[in-house]
Nanobody, 120 residues
Framework: QVQLVESGGGLVQAGGSLRLSCAAS????????MGWYRQAPGKQRDLVAAITSGGSTNYTDSAKGRFTISRDNAKNTVYLQMNSLKPEDTAVYYC??????????????WGQGTQVTVSS
């Protein structure tokens, strides 16, 4: 079984910072891309930031300049540093990982989600 366990969400005032973590565990041979998505009430789940196994990153426009995605391959963990938070960043944040289970078998997994609430 594979698990993605997220942590670091919470309540913060506008302008504040939070750091999300997502650790992958279980039976897999490697982790390919990892990413963070978010879903606000009544809206679809959208990509916030992603990082490849080689460290290349991409961000949604609203996250550029404020959020930084990084990963520690030795710990099978991806991070999202969020600075200058705004009320519109309020959402449930989900970790996603593209894992190679064995051979050519690849599967995407989701974490359980962590709530981020930014007060004005």
């Amino acid at each position: 079984q594979v698990q993605l366990v997220e942590s670091g969400g919470g309540l913060v005032q506008a302008g504040g910072s939070l750091r999300l973590s997502c650790a992958a565990s279980g039976r897999f041979s490697s982790i390919n891309a990892m990413g963070w998505y978010r879903q606000a009430p009544g809206k679809q789940r959208d990509l916030v930031a992603a990082i490849t196994s080689g460290g290349s990153t991409n961000y949604t426009d609203s996250a550029k300049g404020r959020f930084t995605i990084s990963r520690d391959n030795a710990k099978n963990t991806v991070y999202l540093q969020m600075n200058s938070l705004k009320p519109e960043d309020t959402a449930v944040y989900y970790c996603n990982a593209d894992l190679t289970i064995f051979g050519p078998i690849r599967t995407k997994y989701w974490g359980q989600g962590t709530q981020v609430t930014v007060s004005s």
